[in-house]
């Protein structure tokens, strides 16, 4: 069964940055987009940034542009998240999604597009 998996979550104070990355485990997929989803505790899920492969366009919520940055490789289905000047506000459950579909600056911010979904890695941002 394929699966997204994500690494590279963890405790940061304010101010700092990290790192977050996405693979595909259990086999191969065909995606024409990927994204960033997070969750903050007793929130729904939100978009924070995505990226399609056909012209490599990057989308952002506007509450990280600027300080975030999503890259991937098409080739071999991994996408990264490089955070910077994080923010208590930014702590969340983090998500990967993959999708079959061309992203656009609105669909890209829809959860209901994307097909795979990896557990989410927790950031923790502390003041």
């Known amino acids: 069964q394929v699966q997204l998996v994500e690494s590279g979550g963890g405790l940061v104070q304010a101010g700092g940055s990290l790192r977050l990355s996405c693979a595909t485990s259990g086999g191969t997929i065909s995606t024409l987009s990927m994204a960033w989803f997070r969750q903050k505790e007793g929130k729904e899920r939100e978009f924070v940034a995505g990226?399609?492969?056909?012209?490599?366009?990057?989308y952002y919520a506007d509450s990280v542009k600027g300080r975030f940055s999503i890259s991937g490789d098409n080739a071999k289905n991994t996408v990264s998240l490089q955070m910077t000047g994080l923010d208590p506000e930014d702590t969340a459950v983090y998500y990967c999604?993959?999708?079959?579909?061309?992203?656009?600056?609105?669909?890209?911010?829809?959860?209901?597009?994307?097909?795979?979904w990896g557990q989410g890695t927790q950031v923790t941002v502390s003041s």
């Open positions: 999604a993959a999708g079959s579909f061309v992203a656009t600056r609105i669909s890209a911010r829809v959860w209901k597009m994307y097909t795979y």
């Open positions: 990226i399609n492969w056909r012209g490599g366009n990057t």
